[in-house]
Nanobody, 120 residues
Framework: QVQLVESGGGLVQAGGSLRLSCAAS????????MGWFRQAPGKEREFVAA????????YYADSVKGRFTISRDNAKNTVYLQMNSLKPEDTAVYYC?????????????WGQGTQVTVSS
């Protein structure tokens, strides 16, 4: 079992920055990959970024590449999403998720989400 709690969301002006955090507990954090997803009102949930268990590999959606950075601190059981140059279209509820079964499988644990609102 893995429990995930996101924090760091809020209201920011376009062009600003936010850093989201996701604290994990339960299963050994350094044994699984992590991802960030988001869901805007009226839209399906979409992939944002992912990071391997070691942090050595990262993946991004084209829409955030060059603006967002995913990282993790295995000593603190935390994954981060640094979001720079935010745009109004980044407004969404952001979720972190754990992938304990391996790449290509569905993410199997999810946090409750944190709201990010970018004003124009």
């Amino acid at each position: 079992q893995v429990q995930l709690v996101e924090s760091g969301g809020g209201l920011v002006q376009a062009g600003g920055s936010l850093r989201l955090s996701c604290a994990a507990s339960g299963r050994t954090f350094s044994s699984y990959a992590m991802g960030w997803f988001r869901q805007a009102p009226g839209k399906e949930r979409e992939f944002v970024a992912a990071i391997s268990w070691s942090g050595g590999s990262t993946y991004y959606a084209d829409s955030v590449k060059g603006r967002f950075t995913i990282s993790r601190d295995n000593a603190k059981n935390t994954v981060y999403l640094q979001m720079n140059s935010l745009k109004p279209e980044d407004t969404a509820v952001y979720y972190c998720a754990a992938l304990t079964t391996g790449w290509g499988r569905p993410y199997d644990y999810w946090g409750q989400g944190t709201q990010v609102t970018v004003s124009s």
